[in-house]
């Protein structure tokens, strides 16, 4: 099982990206999906993660300008970053948690990471 994420980059404070990540493999479920991220000097941290059922989670400092949504047919995850300010700039992870596979049971899986550089 792998996840591939995209969309990240440079942008100035105040604007907008979104990230993706999809999940591929001998996949049967994925219990949960979500979005980390490490800044310079720092622990990862979650940013936002999402049930299959649609229950998600939020980082407070995220909240109100961060939505995470994701597609279960495509096993795929996004996150639409909106009012960006240049502490939200990491790297931003992918996170498959409880994935069920056809050979491996279950595991939890990351994304290699994505860069997200918010400029004042």
């Known amino acids: 099982v792998q996840l591939q994420a995209s969309g990240g980059g440079l942008v100035q404070a105040g604007g907008s990206l979104r990230l993706s990540c999809a999940a591929s493999?001998?996949?049967?479920?994925?219990?949960?999906m979500g979005w980390y991220r490490q800044a310079p000097g720092k622990q990862r941290e979650l940013v936002a993660t999402?049930?299959?059922?649609?229950?998600?989670n939020y980082a407070d400092s995220v909240k109100g300008r961060f939505t995470i949504s994701r597609d279960n047919r495509k096993n795929t995850v996004y996150l639409q970053m909106n009012s960006l300010k240049p502490e939200d700039t990491a790297v931003y992870y992918c996170?498959?948690?409880?994935?069920?596979?056809?050979?491996?049971?279950?595991?939890?899986?990351w994304g290699q990471g994505t860069q997200v550089t918010v400029s004042s």
């Open positions: 996170n498959a948690d409880r994935v069920l596979t056809t050979r491996s049971g279950w595991l939890d899986v």
């Open positions: 493999g001998s996949i049967l479920s994925i219990k949960a």
């Open positions: 999402t049930t299959g059922g649609g229950v998600t």
